[in-house]
T-cell receptor, first 114, second 114 residues
Framework: DTEVTQTPKHLVMGMTNKKSLKCEQHMGHRAMYWYKQKAKKPPELMFVYSYEKLSINESVPSRFSPECPNSSLLNLHLHALQPEDSALYLC?????????????FGPGTRLTVL | GNSVTQMEGPVTLSEEAFLTINCTYTATGYPSLFWYVQYPGEGLQLLLKATKADDKGSNKGFEATYRKETTSFHLEKGSVQVSDSAVYFCALSDRIQGAQKLVFGQGTRLTINP
């Protein structure tokens, strides 16, 4: 199994809703990442988990709350989002915390905040 | 800080044309370099990588050589196909707080006409 899966594929939510995005990989990777990608822009790093511990938070607003329950799963909990948070949310994983190992990306969740 | 600069797009070519997408980087040390491709509505896929100077990465007819002297990693393909239409991102790896971070260029949208 060499893929990263993300659910749901599409999500529409109101500004008062609470929702979660889910990411899963079974490649034995111990680093997992959340990115946000706006249209026609490169992905922007949000969070990095290393061995299930949060190692990087790129000053992301607290309305985004990541969680890594185990080495295969990564969640992103969403609460009180703003319309400008609408974007493609990408999850990625890599084998080791090393510059030599590529990141494998999931297909993304297309989020629309009304 | 480290950065990546890509040639601006969009780039439009005819099928079987020769492709070059320029990428230059600024970095301290010797980062790994990557080309990722994003097809419409999908996540990013690793196209090729190079981990040290003079390394040549290749995949699916695409090639790029890590040139330390010119700090470049240009993407080339001898004969493009319609199916190569996508957005291409050049990226370097950076280690921050013990974790790997990808620094992306702005992306180049490629359209191949039959």
């Amino acid at each position: 199994d060499t893929e990263v899966t993300q659910t749901p594929k599409h999500l529409v939510m109101g500004m008062t809703n609470k929702k979660s995005l889910k990411c899963e990989q079974h490649m034995g990777h111990r680093a997992m990442y959340w990115y946000k990608q706006k249209a026609k822009k490169p992905p922007e790093l949000m969070f990095v988990y290393s061995y299930e511990k949060l190692s990087i938070n790129e000053s992301v607003p607290s309305r985004f709350s990541p969680e890594c329950p185990n080495s295969s799963l990564l969640n992103l909990h969403l609460h009180a989002l703003q319309p400008e948070d609408s974007a493609l949310y990408l999850c990625a994983s890599s084998l080791l915390q090393s510059s030599y190992n590529e990141q494998f990306f999931g297909p993304g969740t297309r989020l629309t905040v009304l | 800080g480290n950065s990546v600069t890509q040639m601006e797009g969009p780039v439009t070519l005819s099928e079987e044309a020769f492709l070059t997408i320029n990428c230059t980087y600024t970095a301290t040390g010797y980062p790994s370099l990557f080309w990722y491709v994003q097809y419409p509505g999908e996540g990013l896929q690793l196209l090729l990588k190079a981990t040290k100077a003079d390394d040549k990465g290749s995949n699916k007819g695409f090639e790029a050589t890590y040139r330390k002297e010119t700090t470049s990693f240009h993407l080339e393909k001898g004969s493009v196909q319609v199916s190569d239409s996508a957005v291409y991102f050049c990226a370097l790896s950076d280690r921050i707080q013990g974790a790997q971070k990808l620094v992306f260029g702005q992306g180049t949208r490629l359209t191949i006409n039959p």
